[in-house]
């Protein structure tokens, strides 16, 4: 672990050694470090690793989850990239009140955004009824599943977003336009790269909301189920033991994306 | 010996060197500015910090909005300017070589031959593929000029380019840059604060109080500061209040003493009145030396810096303080009494209002 930066700070001029109290940093810092483990360690020596089968069921719940999510993120983005941009680059006088508004769809509890979408969207809404008369039913439908992925992953892209185009001087985009470029191209080669790191942190955030998310989808699309909702189930029919499958497929497909997309915009940054 | 105030947006003195662009430039935000002046050759628009000298340079660039010429109504990206902000600005995620053919179109291959081989004239293909990061000061500074050059530009535009180099580097910089842009025939305008990169320039605008309040040769601008501020600008330490008692002697009320000029009188006596010495041009004596009697004054030395080339001394006289420069090995010690004689013909003398209001 980083030790090496505490022994620096608290380095005593005649003894080179830490100061008394930043020596307990270290051990401390492992304890912690244990203790936000210690689910891990549980899952891995409790795993019945020639039991584990996933059934059909849970075939289709991964194959929705990854199906959907990979969809509710080209949304995000589509969606997500140009507000991020506009709120970073504009200094609109409703600033405060936008970043207000950003701020309460990400801090609004998962299963109140589950009530208020099936408040929105569902069958006895107006735009519930609009939608199905065009023939879309926005309650336990894929359409719906999708809906929920994205209100539960947009706010998160869209704030990292926004912080990584704000993190790049807008002297660039200047001399830029001074080389003869247009905004477009400045925005895809310079501002987008030079935000590249921010935008991956919200690229993985979102990816793994919209992967997790429990309780927007329970209200509004307990079908089809995705991974969390059918790890519900599996535990409400069969127990903790039907878990473990499905389980283990959660972290598989989790993990792989944030972890290239961070590989990925740092290994870009040593050009 | 007598400066007259520059009348209002006067156009430069005559002189010889390049081929002149003209610049007539309104602005309302974010500083209210009014500036007429030349390009010529290169050129230094000198002006203390907040002055508005980045302002007017984007304002050039297209990157403000502004009334008047050149390049009238053009987009930024449409306009044939280089412009070099502070620090060079050479885009942090891009080689050497993709940010000198950043504006060039054509096939990545086409590219990166043109950029490379543009580098090789000024002998930094070796660092076509460093990031901008790992490269100096002075090397920023011409990848950047190659990037800008590389769209022709009928004016470079430098903010502050030897800003955050210390002062012998910046002077080299500043020299090989003046040299290379005047090989390439491009005329530039770069903003700075530096009196030293001024009087390297072919041609040199005073910016202060929104308006350019005068522009010239640096020799001649040098010489002959238009105004108190000008003056202040051009790096004159020696700025004083005075009232003009006749029409040739200075009253100086905080040396309390008086001073006789040279010339015809600057005004009506009983004018209050600007005075200015350059440092270089006030002589000291030792208490009971002889020498000229007239504008003889006794001081005591207050400060003494000493360089290799010369030395700084600062003389109290009553309540104000001299500045005067000399060769090291004649600089009097800290305490000692001195004789100090300002020259009448080095005096210059100014009204104390501005020569133009401010805005």
Redesign the interface.
């Known amino acids: 672990m980083a030790g090496e930066p505490l022994l620096a700070l608290g380095e005593a001029a005649t003894t080179g050694r830490p100061a008394p109290p930043l020596r307990l940093a270290g051990p401390l810092g492992v304890l912690a470090l244990g203790f936000l483990l210690i689910p891990y360690a549980g899952l891995a020596f409790t795993t019945n690793w020639r039991a584990l089968a996933p059934s059909a069921g849970d075939w289709d719940a991964v194959a929705t989850s990854v199906g959907a999510t990979l969809a509710a993120l080209v949304v995000v983005i589509a969606g997500g990239t140009p507000l991020a941009w506009w709120l970073a680059t504009r200094r609109p006088r409703l600033r405060v009140l936008l970043d207000a508004l950003l701020l309460l769809t990400l801090l609004t509890p998962p299963l109140a955004m589950g009530l208020m979408l099936a408040i929105a969207y569902g069958p006895y809404s107006p735009i519930g009824r609009m939608a199905a008369h065009l023939g879309l039913e926005l309650s336990n439908t894929p359409a719906a599943f999708l809906l929920a992925q994205i209100y539960a992953s947009a706010p998160y892209y869209v704030l990292a977003a926004r912080g990584a185009f704000e993190s790049v001087p807008a002297e660039y985009q200047d001399i830029a336009r001074t080389l003869g470029r247009g905004p477009w191209y400045s925005f895809w080669h310079v501002s987008l790269p030079l935000a590249r790191l921010g935008l991956a942190t919200g690229l993985a955030l979102a990816w793994v909301r919209a992967l997790g998310e429990f309780g927007v989808a329970l209200i509004i699309a307990y079908f089809p189920q995705g991974i969390p909702v059918r790890l519900w189930v599996d535990l409400q029919d069969s127990g903790l033991a039907a878990v473990y499958p499905l389980l283990w497929a959660f972290f598989l497909i989790g993990l792989p994306l944030p972890l290239l997309l961070g590989l990925w915009a740092r290994g870009r940054h040593a050009g | 010996m007598q400066a007259e105030p520059a009348p209002a947006g006067a156009p430069a003195q005559a002189h010889a060197g390049p081929a002149a662009l003209a610049v007539d430039l309104r602005l309302a935000r974010p500083v209210a500015l009014t500036a007429r002046f030349e390009v010529r050759g290169f050129t230094a628009l000198l002006g203390a910090t907040g002055a508005g000298k980045s302002t007017l340079l ?1 304002a050039l ?3 403000l909005a502004a009334q008047g010429t050149p390049f009238s109504g053009l ?5 044939p ?3 070099l ?1 502070q620090g060079a ?1 050479l ?3 891009l ?1 050497v070589w993709r940010n000198v053919a ?2 060039l179109d054509g096939s990545r291959r086409a590219r990166r031959a043109a950029a490379v081989a543009a580098l090789e004239r000024v002998g930094l293909a070796d660092l076509a593929t460093r ?1 901008p990061d790992a490269l100096s000061g002075g090397q920023r500074q011409l990848v950047a000029l190659l ?2 050059q ?2 022709h530009p009928a004016l470079l535009l430098l903010d502050e380019p030897t800003a955050g180099l210390d002062p012998l580097t910046a002077e080299n910089v500043a020299a090989d840059l003046i040299a290379r842009l005047r090989a390439a025939g491009i005329p530039a305008l770069a903003a700075t604060h530096d009196a030293t990169l001024a009087a390297m320039a072919d041609h040199v605008a005073l910016l202060h109080g929104g308006d350019v309040i005068q522009e010239g040769a640096p020799a001649a601008v040098f010489a002959s500061p238009a105004c108190r501020e000008a003056a202040s600008l051009l790096g004159w330490r020696n700025l004083f209040t005075a009232r003009l008692r006749a029409p040739d002697l200075l009253d100086w009320p905080a040396a309390g003493t008086t001073l006789r000029l040279a010339g015809p009188p600057p005004a009506l006596p009983g004018a209050a009145l600007c005075w200015g010495l350059p440092a270089g041009a006030a002589r000291l004596l030792p208490p009971g030396a002889a020498g000229p009697r007239e504008n003889r004054l006794t001081g005591v030395v207050s400060t003494c810096h000493v360089l290799s080339d010369r030395a700084t001394v600062g003389v109290a006289i009553g309540g104000a303080t001299l500045i005067a420069t000399l060769p090291p090995l004649r600089a009097p010690a800290v305490g000692e009494d001195v004789g100090v004689v300002v020259p009448a013909e080095a005096i210059r003398v100014w009204p104390a209002a501005p020569a133009r209001s401010p805005g």
Not at chain 2, 75 to 79: E, F, G, Q, V
């Open positions: 984007r660039a297209g990157l987009p930024a990206h449409r306009r300017v280089g412009y902000p600005g885009f942090p995620h080689p950043f504006a990031m990037r800008a590389a769209r």
